[in-house]
Nanobody, 126 residues
Framework: QVQLVEFGGGLVQAGGSLRLSCAAS????????MGWFRQAAGKEREFVAA????????YYADSVKGRFTISRDNAKNTAALQMNSLKPEDTAKYYC???????????????????WGQGTQVTVSS
């Protein structure tokens, strides 16, 4: 069973930065792409970023491109999302997720991921 736990959310002013981390259990972390999604109150879950199994390839939503950076450390079974130049519209609960299959990348649809963390809240004040 794979477990994902997110860390690093909080309250930040517009223009500030936060770094989210995702710790994964299990010995197959390096075999799967990982993704970050977010869900604002009253809205559907939306794709933020994805990274391939090796970390060599990344993929971003247009709304965060140039501001957010996804990374992973396969030796530590962790993934991260560095968020810079945060805006109030980035306020949401952020989730990390593991892709459904070994060849699943890039995938921006939640149904292509089958393991999810509990989420961490990010609030950006104006």
């Amino acid at each position: 069973q794979v477990q994902l736990v997110e860390f690093g959310g909080g309250l930040v002013q517009a223009g500030g930065s936060l770094r989210l981390s995702c710790a994964a259990s299990g010995r197959t972390f390096s075999s799967y792409a990982m993704g970050w999604f977010r869900q604002a109150a009253g809205k559907e879950r939306e794709f933020v970023a994805a990274i391939s199994d090796s970390g060599a390839s990344t993929y971003y939503a247009d709304s965060v491109k140039g501001r957010f950076t996804i990374s992973r450390d396969n030796a530590k079974n962790t993934a991260a999302l560095q968020m810079n130049s945060l805006k109030p519209e980035d306020t949401a609960k952020y989730y990390c997720a593991r892709a459904l299959g070994i060849a699943t990348f890039p995938a921006r649809v939640p149904s292509r991921y089958n393991y999810w963390g509990q989420g961490t809240q990010v609030t950006v004040s104006s």
